[in-house]
């Protein structure tokens, strides 16, 4: 969406660098110890824009949805980034939606005017922006995973993949900035793919959806990522053609430890097999991959117990 808003203005927009080893000790090397993995990553990337770019699009992040809140640190991020040498001008709107959905206007506005004085052009790329990202989440809702959806929107493949043929499915919850970054989650949605399991995860149901099994809860969580992880988990926990489900979080983070637990308690109590993953810098892949393989061992052996093989 913003890429597309940027590109209508006349900007070239480029992308940090796919995440690495090397990133992620850029970032280690500037963060401090308290952050979460996914912090410190993003910590990396930006200094990997530093020389390449003119500005740096970094906004805060206060509210997405109407009485609630995005993660704190996410939300202090540009002020951490900001006491860093040598970057660029940060481009740090406020994107607040607490009270109203309409006050995204402001920040659009602000943003754009480091382009051009039209509010009319400005307008005509931020709705064409709204038009792709409605067509991403629609791809996304077909099944697609975030990079074939993205690779499809920016004609790099015209067709999407074809299914695969799988003899389990398995939910895969966490914040997308985990599951989705091949390197902080060590490609683990290809891995299981590759072990013969077809991935779920909460960007592929629709928006009413998860909120309609997140108000199962006695109160509302006030987090909008940790409620769609609790949305998508209670999900997926009724539906019959799910298997078991992996919750990944990450390590320093304070809203996974509440919602993990909460997701935890809802499988043990069906009966649904559950597998827990906590990552950070120190993670190795190795003792991940052995813990798939031995999950979806676990999965099958249940799957058939109950099929009565």
Known sequence: MWRTFFEELGAKVVISSPSTKGILNKGLKHAVDEVCLPIKMAFGHII?????VDYIFLPRMVSVARREYICPKFLGLPDMIRRLDGLPPLIDVNIDLYRNKKDIFGPVKEAGRLFTESSVKIFLAFRRSLKVQKEYLRLLQLGLMPAEALAILEDRVKEPPPPCRDDLTVALIGHPYNLYDSYVS??????????????????????????????????????????????????????AGVSGMIHVAAFGCGPDSMTGELIERRARGLGMPFLNITLDEHTGEAGVVTRLEAFLDMVRWKKAETAGI
Not at 48 to 52: C, F, Y
Not at 199 to 217: D, F, G, M, N, W
């Open 48 to 52: 990997d824009l530093a020389g390449r």
């Open 186 to 239: 060590m490609n683990m949605i290809e891995r299981l793919r590759s072990m013969g399991a077809k991935v779920v995860t909460a960007e592929l149901l629709p928006e009413k959806t998860v909120r309609e099994k997140a108000s199962c809860l006695p109160k509302k969580l006030f987090w909008t990522l940790g409620q769609k992880m609790i949305g998508a988990a209670f999900h997926y926990l009724e539906e």
